[in-house]
């Protein structure tokens, strides 16, 4: 139990990676998805991505558990699973990168990342062909390299799905499925490179009540957007939460 106590982390930063929870919490239940692009860039500002990006795999292993049920019933399980193949597939590169990375230089990737989604994002682009098992494979495979890097396996299925003609139930069906299977697989990859230690947890148990209470939050919103506002205060959320967590700022919070 001492053991334990010492290895609390500070309070600033326990309460920084609250602040993220609350605002990737806000993200993923007023969009649906996106609680990465949110939350990684800003908890990366107050700890890191090496801590950050597996925090965010603890609190999504409990989120999932949540969804699945309802995932199971109605998603296309077929084309979940080829997707998932291929994202688990490259999980571990991911990992490996994250493991092996310089923290500051993986934050500018990280970044740049989240613009070029805000970017896809914010022009309509959207794929409308057929989901052959080749595209699917490789579309799976992106988001698990995406996802071992830092957390934001979301994106490419997400473009992928939101182009075709399925059911908005089957299609969040299909990401709420997606996401299980695949923070099951980024978890044993952190696991695997030593990327989940004491510290990891106690973030996680702090951020933890923060990230239900965005998702709440976030719900509500939604309920009460039009579908005009709906996407426009989504995109804006996450370009805030990119500019906040640019290195650029490091200076200003003494890191």
Do not use: K
Request: glycine share 14%.
């Amino acid at each position: 139990m001492v053991g334990l106590l010492e290895a609390l982390p500070p309070t600033g930063a326990l309460l920084g990676i609250a602040g993220a929870a609350v605002a990737g919490g806000v993200s993923r239940g007023f969009s649906g998805f996106g609680a990465a692009l949110v939350f990684v860039p800003l908890a990366s500002a107050a700890v890191g991505p090496r801590t950050a990006v597996p925090v965010l795999a603890l609190m999504e292993c409990l989120a999932c558990l949540v969804f699945l049920p309802n995932a199971w019933r109605h998603a296309a399980r077929g084309e979940v699973a080829a997707m998932s193949a291929g994202a688990i597939c490259a999980v571990p590169l991911g990992a490996l990168i994250l493991a092996s990375s310089d923290p500051v230089a993986l934050r500018w990737v990280m970044t740049g990342l989240v613009f070029v989604a805000v970017a896809v994002l914010a022009s309509g682009l959207r794929y409308r062909g057929g989901a052959s098992v080749p595209l699917t494979l490789g579309v799976g495979a992106a988001g698990g390299l995406m996802s071992g890097t830092a957390m934001l396996g979301g994106v490419p299925p997400a473009v992928f799905w939101l182009g075709r003609d399925a059911p908005a139930v089957v299609v969040r069906a299909n990401m709420n499925l997606y996401f299980a299977i695949l923070t099951v697989a980024v978890t044993a990859a952190f696991l695997w490179r030593g990327l989940v230690g004491t510290q990891t947890v106690w973030f996680a148990l702090a951020a933890a009540p923060a990230y239900g209470a965005g998702l709440r939050a976030g719900a509500l919103l939604f309920a009460r957007s039009s579908e005009t506002g709906f996407r426009l205060a989504g995109i804006a959320l996450i370009l805030v939460a990119a500019v906040l967590g640019m290195p650029l700022w490091d200076a200003l919070t003494g890191r």
